[in-house]
């Protein structure tokens, strides 16, 4: 169990590592994802702070769904994050996946994003 907590945030801490060389400033879209839910959070590294965020746990967000664990839910929120973002005047970001393969809800989450006005 060590050896795959070791693994994850190696893995993490390369992602992180590869998005500082080429972020210039640009905020950062960073994701989680559980066993039941997605969260994402647009995130300002220079002053540390959370600019916007969103997850299918919200009570907007859990009428439509049956759970926040799909492709569907995490397209959903990738376009909620769009909106929020863009109304914050916020629309160039670096997407950090984290420790997760670019595939399935992370990737739907992120195609979310982009049709709801997000560059990256």
């Known amino acids: 169990m060590a050896k795959d907590i070791e693994a994850t945030e190696r893995r993490k801490a390369r992602v992180r590592r590869s998005l500082r060389a080429r972020a210039y400033g640009k905020p950062r879209l960073s994701v989680f994802r559980s066993s039941k839910q997605i969260y994402c959070q647009i995130i300002d590294d220079g002053e540390g702070k959370t600019l916007v965020a969103a997850s299918s746990l919200e009570k907007a967000n859990r009428e439509g769904l049956k759970t926040g664990a799909t492709v569907e839910a995490a397209k959903i929120i990738g ?42």
């Open 79 to 120: 376009k909620l994050i769009a909106e929020r973002a863009v109304q914050a005047g916020i629309k160039d970001v670096i997407f950090d996946r984290g420790a997760y393969m670019y595939h399935g809800r992370v990737k739907a989450l992120a195609d979310g994003a982009r049709e709801g006005g997000l560059n990256f």
